[in-house]
């Protein structure tokens, strides 16, 4: 840690002493107004897109990947069966934080999390944020972060749902809350089970009957899932100024592994995937005017079984402790400084001992508003890994109002931020694969984005506009070395690009409609110098599609509604250099809610792959067909 690095920690610390951690974001009640302190508010300059609860009822039957293609042109390379993991802006999926309650949940050993197991039933809110972000969320968030977030709420009384889904190819879906609040105590519990057979018909486009000239007609085999989960949360008020809170979630996720087309055909050796999965945290939260302090302890556990052979077992715990303190008004501004500290456990079968490693993180955020039109917010993180050099990932972002009047907003944003990622376990200690002379990765993200928002009678119009240089150095991957694979720093990767979004809400009588449309253009690449931009002899990575487009429509009708959605997916290349045709999905939706009294009722059905399209979302393993899928939901409130 450099002299300058020092001397600003000591600083900071001295001008306000007290300290946090990257987890719990705060929650205090005074009085019945609930004032949150939220770490994404020091992301000034940064694009974040909030799907409310709203939004996630539409795919509370769904998980986090069903969310993504929905709601953003973000990549997720899937199978049929368990398995999708993130390419946000054309990172990999190790470069994405997934964060519950402010911990970072994401393997120890992967270095990522599968999108597939994690249920949206959950959850109330969901918050996607675009580049780098490891100023505030520390390791991983190089390419993006995404929250998965339950506020407590309040003088609720009683409350009940209840979801029963049934579809397609043995899809069944069941999921049960249960609350209870008053103005001092809040409790819920949630709880699902998920399983799909998976058993659709499919064209087989990797065996050609030849006496016909045409790919044979298949059935796909061995995709089964069986998910089940239970999360709970309990909030107390002891006084008027210090709340407590636990979150605890528990999770078993078993699937078959997907064969590929080819081996779905000609018979492929069964095998099958189960991962046990424990998350808690619980903290202190204090308010007393302009100061806040907050204290948590966190705790992840992850187990992993292959096909039932107990001699390769994976588990990995990881417990957090943190402090944290705010200052609403410290030089005028928003003021955090706060400390992390993470002790990493691993019991692996194919490492040579049980690893244990030490995370420290201190970090500071200050955001002031210069001038009534200009806020800029400051982000600074150190993060000292034992036998590591310590890694500091600074950010700056600025957000400018150009107009401002009674019918129209316009704002204007950039932001400059490192970032970091620290090397898995399994890229250090896999015997005898492993590197341990691996360096961490490092990005620098810059961006630039533009807002408008118009409000005329009865109709409002969204538009934004956001374009992204990234860089990351280092970045790591397995590659041939001998008679094995190996992970090394072999690459300087570069991604490009810009991404538009366009909604329009407006009333016509008794109809509300809404409509909307989103772009992203990715080029992202290998590169020999940063600056270049020689765009010549750029190769597009592996699974990142140029293009990706999603649009929505929905039509509110008194007690009914309808949804269409379609999205496109760009050509993809191959890790063998071939290219995999791009795709386009329409999906559509129609339901009634039926009211009485504190009782709500909703029946919807749901039509997905509506032109029985046949795609290939990664190469040679099939993906269903027209599917249909009916929901019936009750509520109590």
């Not at 069944?172 to 008053?182: P, R």
């Not at 992850?302 to 402090?323: A, H, M």
């Not at 750029?538 to 990142?544: A, M, N, V």
Request: hydrophobic share 35%; with cysteine.
């Amino acid at each position: 840690m450099s002299i300058k690095k020092i001397t600003f920690l000591v600083l900071v610390f001295f001008m306000h002493f007290t300290i946090k951690g990257q987890t719990l974001d705060t929650i205090v009640l005074l009085d019945d107004i609930e004032l949150t302190v939220s770490k994404q508010k020091f992301l000034v300059g940064s694009k974040i897109e909030t799907i409310d609860s709203v939004k996630l009822n539409i795919v509370s039957g769904g998980n986090l990947t069903d969310m993504i293609n929905r709601y953003f042109p973000i990549y997720v390379k899937q199978d049929a069966g368990g398995l999708s993991t993130i390419r946000f802006r054309g990172t990999s999926p190790d470069h994405t934080a997934i964060m519950f309650d402010g911990i970072n949940i994401n393997s120890l050993t992967l270095g990522h999390s599968n999108m597939s197991n994690i249920p949206m039933f959950l959850f109330d809110e969901v918050k996607v944020q675009f580049g780098s972000s490891s100023s505030l969320y520390g390791t991983d968030a190089i390419g993006g972060s995404i929250q998965l977030i339950n506020q407590p709420k309040w003088n609720n009384g009683f409350n009940a749902g209840l979801q029963q889904d049934i579809g397609s190819f043995g899809s069944f879906f069941t999921g049960l809350k249960l609350g209870y609040s008053n103005h001092k105590i809040q409790y819920a519990i949630k709880a699902f089970h998920q399983q799909k057979k998976n058993d659709f018909p499919f064209l087989n486009t990797a065996v050609k009957d030849f006496e016909k000239d045409k790919f044979v007609d298949d059935e796909q085999k061995n995709a089964s899932i069986k998910n089940y989960g239970i999360l709970q949360e309990f909030n107390i008020k002891i006084s008027e100024k210090l709340l407590f809170s636990t979150k605890q979630w528990y999770q078993n996720n078993w699937h078959e592994i997907q064969p590929n087309m080819s081996e779905n055909y000609y018979g492929a050796d069964y095998k099958e995937i189960e991962n046990n999965n424990l998350r808690i945290t619980a903290g202190l939260n204090y308010n007393s005017g302009k100061h806040k302090f907050t204290t948590g302890l966190g705790y992840v556990y992850d187990y992993q079984l292959y096909d039932n052979n107990y001699d390769q077992t994976i588990s990995t715990q990881t417990i957090t402790g943190n402090l944290n303190y705010f200052n609403s008004d410290f030089l005028h501004g928003n003021f955090n400084i706060g400390m992390n500290y993470s002790h990493l456990m691993s019991d692996v079968y194919a490492y040579n001992e049980n690893i244990n490693e030490d995370r420290v993180d201190f970090f500071t955020s200050y955001k002031v508003k210069l001038l009534k039109e200009l806020t800029v917010g400051v982000n600074m993180r150190e993060a000292i890994v034992i036998d590591y050099t310590s890694q500091f990932a600074p950010s700056l972002g600025f957000d400018y109002l150009f107009k401002e009047t009674n019918e129209s907003v316009f704002t204007g944003s950039f932001s400059i931020s490192k970032s970091f990622k620290i090397p898995t376990f399994n890229d250090r200690f896999w015997y005898p694969n492993g590197n341990p002379d691996i360096l961490p990765e490092n990005g620098m993200n810059y961006e630039i984005g533009y807002k408008l928002n118009i409000k005329k009678d009865k109709s409002t119009i969204d538009f934004g506009f956001n374009a992204f240089i990234m860089n990351v150095d280092d970045w790591i991957q397995w590659v041939p070395s001998g008679d094995m694979w190996r992970p090394q720093n072999i690459k300087m990767v570069q991604s490009m690009g810009l991404e538009l979004n366009f909604n329009k809400a407006c009333e016509l009588g008794d109809v509300d409609l809404k409509w909307g449309i989103n772009y992203s253009l990715t080029d992202v690449s290998d590169v020999d110098n940063f600056w270049s931009f020689n765009f010549s002899d750029r190769e597009q990575l592996s699974y990142t599609p140029k293009h990706i487009v999603n649009t929505y429509t929905t039509v509110d009708y008194k007690s009914w509604y309808f949804n269409f959605s379609g999205s496109y997916t760009g050509k993809r290349i191959t890790e063998s250099k071939d290219d995999l045709d791009g795709y386009f999905l329409a999906n559509t939706s129609i339901g009634k809610n039926l009211n009485f009294k504190k009782n709500t009722f909703s029946i919807n059905l749901n039509i997905n792959n509506i032109f029985n399209k046949a795609y290939q979302n990664q190469a040679y393993y099939a993906m269903p067909g027209r599917n249909f899928n009916l929901s019936l939901k009750y509520l109590y409130h």
